[in-house]
């Protein structure tokens, strides 16, 4: 048993209307408002903070592996051998 569209629309206006009259505004972040010394303002930087060098720290990371990586492969192959001038195991050398 649905109402029809136009008492739905007008219930939905009259709750939005009532939300606005009866609510006071909420300062949620530190550059809305709430003052220089606000506890939510520290938390608001330092999560600023945060969010930008876990990104940094990750591409870091990932760039000390792969410097890591290439120069375990330079020394495991010294250098003046080359993998053509190796000779085959078990072949003959000529």
């Known amino acids: 048993m649905d ?6 629309v007008w219930t939905r206006v ?5 939300t606005l009259v ?8 530190a550059v809305c408002g709430g003052g220089p010394l606000d506890a939510t303002s520290d938390v ?4 600023t903070i ?7 720290c990750a591409m ?6 792969l410097v ?5 492969q330079q020394v495991a192959v010294p250098e003046g051998d080359s993998p ?5 195991s078990g072949g003959p050398v000529f």
């Open 84 to 88: 053509e001038e190796a000779p085959l």
């Open 44 to 47: 608001f930087i330092g999560s």
């Open 22 to 29: 009866f609510s006071d505004p909420a300062w949620s972040c």
């Open 3 to 8: 109402r029809p569209i136009h008492t739905r």
């Open 68 to 72: 890591k990586s290439y120069r375990k």
């Open 60 to 65: 870091g990371g990932l760039i000390y592996l």
């Open 50 to 56: 945060v969010l930008s060098l876990v990104p940094l």
């Open 14 to 18: 009259l709750l939005a209307s009532l």
